[in-house]
């Protein structure tokens, strides 16, 4: 099992520089659902508790679990919700009795998980009529603000080389590209294979965010595999002087890479990464599978 996105300096980045969930998302996650307030909700995978956020005021107790202690404690210090549990737990041992639960929720982390073991813990802990929601997005669309020239190529290139960055520090490991493919092709393997009745899935659009260059290269140290690439090739340059291998790994930082390249594209060299301003947009998309009654 890959344990990713559990470190201190990874779970800061997560929050300050990944997009928010729509709370559009969950009013349309839960459209059949609404009439009255849900009983019980798990959220698996939790993370700082941000898909908690937009889920909990339909629901009347909300378990939230993540492996990461790191991540538990930046949903704990965020939580407004006084019938939020947050605590330690996997996706394969569900922490709930069976028949249990009314929704279970996994914001962009089901490709992670060990999926056989979880649809089976799923299909445990929901109650007859219970939903599976699981919701994700990929890379964002960069458009760059104020620039009179061909903003159409200069959004479809730039966006491009935020796209590409996502999954550099994985290439070559088979086993993550596979991983990483699940997101980009928006779940559609996922969609077939889970085991649950009255499948749907629905794309939404989030509003743009406006970034600077400052923001796309904190979003591209928030990828789980750039701070794993980056240590890796701290080890690999051990024998160096401390000043020499920190000029090697300033030179192999793909993060400032992807800053000097959408300089190069937008025609801003010059310009201080603070002062280049962009509108990013996610597009989300969401599966929703009920079990039988």
Known sequence: ???????KSITEKYRKYRPSYPPELAKKALRNFTEKKLEFLL????G?????????????????IDPSENQLKEARNQNKFAHVEYKQGVAKNLPCEDDSVDAVTVASALHWFDRPKF???????????GILIVFSYWSPKLIPICKNDDIENLTRIG???????????????????????????????IFSEIPLIKKRRYDIASKSHTWSLDDVKGFVQSIDGYETYMKNKASELSRLSEEERDAKLSELDYSEQVVHRLKETWGCVEMKSS????????????IVGEKSE
């Open 159 to 189: 966006s491009q080389i935020v796209h590409d960055a996502f999954s550099f520090g994985i290439r070559g490991i088979s086993a993550l590209e596979q991983i990483y493919s699940h997101g980009e092709n928006k779940y559609k393997q």
């Open 119 to 129: 649809y089976q813990e799923v299909e445990r802990v929901l109650k007859p009529g």
């Open 48 to 64: 700082g508790g941000q898909a908690v956020n937009i889920f909990a005021p339909f629901f009347n107790k909300v378990v939230a």
């Open 43 to 46: 959220d698996v995978g939790c």
């Open 1 to 7: 099992m890959f344990r990713y996105y559990e470190s």
């Open 275 to 286: 002062d280049v301003k962009m509108k990013a947009i996610f597009n989300f998309f969401v």
